[in-house]
C-alpha cells in the first residue's frame, strides 16, 4: 500500500548547541547533539505523537520544524516544497503554529486577549475589523464565551482558559498543521481531558494535522495515529500507535512502555524498566545510542548504528535484532 503524500518531510534535520564554555586544552567548543539526523513524515490529518525521556530532543525538533531557531543540517519540505526554497518561510510559518506548555510565557502581559488573537493576522496584513472579529469567533471555537473574555489579560485566566487561548492565537493563522509541546501537560487531569476533547473537535473541524509531544505515554496514545519514539537526538520507531503500544520492536520503546502503569494485569509486561538516566547528549555512544542500557546489546551495537527497518506497514526501528544479517546474535528475529 502506498502510503499519502506527506503534508511534512522532514529529511535529516540536525541541530548541534555549541555550548560557551571551553573545552579542554583549547579543543573545540563542546557540542550538544540536540537533534542528530532526523528523518520522518507526517500524513495529512494524522496526529503523530512525539515521545521520549526528557532531553532526547522533543522540543528541539519543534521548535526547528516551526523554524524558531535555524537547523544546521537537513531539509524541511511543506506539501512537497522545501521551506527556505520553494516555499519563503514566512509563508510556511502561517501553515505550521506551535503551542507550548508554558501558556504564560507565550502570551504578551499587556495585552488583551482579543489583540493577542488578532495580533498575527493583522501582521499578515488583515485589516484590524476583521481580525478582531476572526479574535471573537476563535475565542467561541474554543470555548471561551468573547463577551466574558477578549477583554481580558493572561493574569487573569485559568492555566487552562490561557492554554484555550494559545490554541486560538495558533489557529489564527489558518494553519494546516499544528505543532502541541506539551501543551496540555501543565494542566489537572479534568481540564486536560477537556482540552484534549476540544483540541479533537478543531482538528476535525478545521482539517488539522498534529504534531503531539508528551511525557505522558498514555495521553499520546489516546489522541495519537502515529508515534514517533526519540532517544538522544535520533528516532529509534515509528509506527501506528496501537501497533507499536502493542508490539514495540526496539528495546528502548519496551521499557519505555512497561514504565506505563497499566489498569489491565494481562497487559503489564515482564520488561525491566528503564535504569539510568539517559547518557550525556555532549558525548553520544558511538554505533546504537542505546547500547550502554540496552539488556541485549553486543559488540556491533558499540561500533555500528542501525539503520531503520520497516516492521508491518509503516512500522519503523532502528535495532540491530530486526536486521537481517546485522551481526547481532538475534538478528532477523522478532524482537
Ligand atoms: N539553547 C540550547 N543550548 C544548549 N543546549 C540546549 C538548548 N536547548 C536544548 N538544549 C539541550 O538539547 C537537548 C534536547 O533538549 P530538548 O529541550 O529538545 O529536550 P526534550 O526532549 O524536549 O526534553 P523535555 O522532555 O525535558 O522537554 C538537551 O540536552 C538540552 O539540554
Ligand atoms: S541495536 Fe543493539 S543496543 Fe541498540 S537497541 Fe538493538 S540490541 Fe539494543
Ligand atoms: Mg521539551
Redesign the pocket.
Known amino acids: 500500500m502506498r502510503s499519502p503524500e506527506p503534508i511534512l518531510s522532514i529529511q535529516g534535520l540536525k ?1 548541534h ?3 560557551p564554555t571551553k573545552g579542554f586544552f583549547g579543543r573545540e567548543k563542546p557540542v ?4 542528530d539526523g532526523i528523518t520522518f513524515d507526517v500524513i495529512p490529518g494524522e496526529t503523530l505523537g512525539i515521545v ?12 526547528l520544524i516551526i523554524d524558531l ?1 535555524h537547523r544546521d543540517a537537513g531539509a524541511i519540505l511543506f506539501e512537497g516544497k522545501a521551506m527556505g526554497e520553494a516555499l519563503s518561510p514566512k509563508e510556511y510559518r502561517r501553515h505550521v503554529q506551535m503551542v507550548f ?1 508554558d501558556s504564560f510565557a507565550s502570551l504578551n502581559p499587556r495585552m488583551i486577549v482579543r489583540d493577542i488573537i488578532a495580533f498575527g493576522p493583522m501582521v499578515h496584513g488583515m485589516p484590524q475589523k476583521e481580525a478582531e472579529e476572526l479574535a471573537y469567533s476563535l475565542l467561541t471555537k474554543v470555548g471561551l464565551d468573547p463577551a466574558r473574555f477578549a477583554g481580558r489579560y493572561p493574569h487573569e485566566l485559568s492555566g487552562g482558559q490561557r492554554q484555550r487561548v494559545n490554541i486560538a492565537r495558533a489557529l489564527a493563522f489558518r494553519p494546516k498543521v499544528l505543532i502541541l ?2 501543551a496540555v501537560s501543565a494542566l489537572d487531569k479534568s481540564v486536560e481531558a477537556q482540552v484534549l476533547n476540544l483540541l479533537t473537535d478543531l482538528k476535525a473541524e478545521f482539517n488539522l494535522t498534529y504534531l503531539f ?1 508528551s ?1 505522558d505515554l498514555n495521553v499520546v496514545r489516546y489522541i495519537s495515529d502515529r508515534v514517533m519514539v ?1 532517544y538522544l ?1 535520533e528516532c529509534v520507531e515509528i509506527g501506528p500507535v496501537d501497533e507499536v503500544y502493542a508490539h514495540p520492536r526496539h528495546p528502548y520503546t519496551r521499557a519505555l512502555l512497561s514504565a506505563m502503569p497499566s489498569m489491565d494485569p494481562d497487559k503489564r509486561t515482564m520488561e525491566p524498566p528503564l535504569a539510568g538516566d539517559p547518557p ?3 558525548n553520544p555512544p558511538p554505533g546504537c545510542r542505546f547500547h550502554t542500557r540496552c539488556r541485549f546489546a553486543e559488540d556491533v551495537c558499540g561500533t555500528v548504528s542501525p539503520v531503520p527497518t520497516v516492521r508491518g506497514s509503516m512500522h519503523f526501528a532502528a535495532c540491530h535484532i530486526g536486521t537481517p544479517g546485522s551481526g547481532h546474535s538475534r538478528a532477523g528475529e522478532t524482537t
Not at 52 to 63: L, N, P, V, Y
Open positions: 541541530k548547541f555549541k555550548l550538544v547533539r540536540a537533534v521520549g525521556e526528557s532531553g532526547c530532543g522533543k522540543s528541539t525538533t519543534a521548535r531557531i506548555q509541546d506539551e509531544i511525557h526519540m537526538g550525556n547528549p555532549i
